[in-house]
Nanobody, 120 residues
Framework: QVQLVEAGGGLVQPGGSLRLSCAASGFTFSSAAMSWYRQAPGKERELVAAISSSGLNTNYADSIKGRFTISRDNAKNTVYLQMINLKSEDTAVYYC?????????????WGQGTQVTVSS
């Protein structure tokens, strides 16, 4: 079955860095677009960054542009989110998301999430 397992979250001070990873299995990773979303307490889940199946195209939320970088390693079935210059408002649960389609339908899967807390 499809599995997305996030890792790398934790507590970091403002201005610090973290790298999240999402290990994927159960589907053809190189055919899937991958994304990172986040959800802060009391807020809706929002898209942070997305990367195409080839890795050639990326998209970022305005709030994190210049600070976060999404990347993928199709040989390792893993997508990453490098985060630098973290701010308190980046505190949230971060979720990995995979999507792809075939001739019949679109598939969407979520990881279980990893907590990122930015606090002094």
């Amino acid at each position: 079955q499809v599995q997305l397992v996030e890792a790398g979250g934790g507590l970091v001070q403002p201005g610090g860095s973290l790298r999240l990873s999402c290990a994927a299995s159960g589907f053809t990773f190189s055919s899937a677009a991958m994304s990172w979303y986040r959800q802060a307490p009391g807020k809706e889940r929002e898209l942070v960054a997305a990367i195409s199946s080839s890795g050639l195209n990326t998209n970022y939320a305005d709030s994190i542009k210049g600070r976060f970088t999404i990347s993928r390693d199709n040989a390792k079935n893993t997508v990453y989110l490098q985060m630098i210059n973290l701010k308190s408002e980046d505190t949230a649960v971060y979720y990995c998301h995979a999507s792809w389609r075939d001739v019949l339908k679109e598939y969407n899967y979520w990881g279980q999430g990893t907590q990122v807390t930015v606090s002094s």
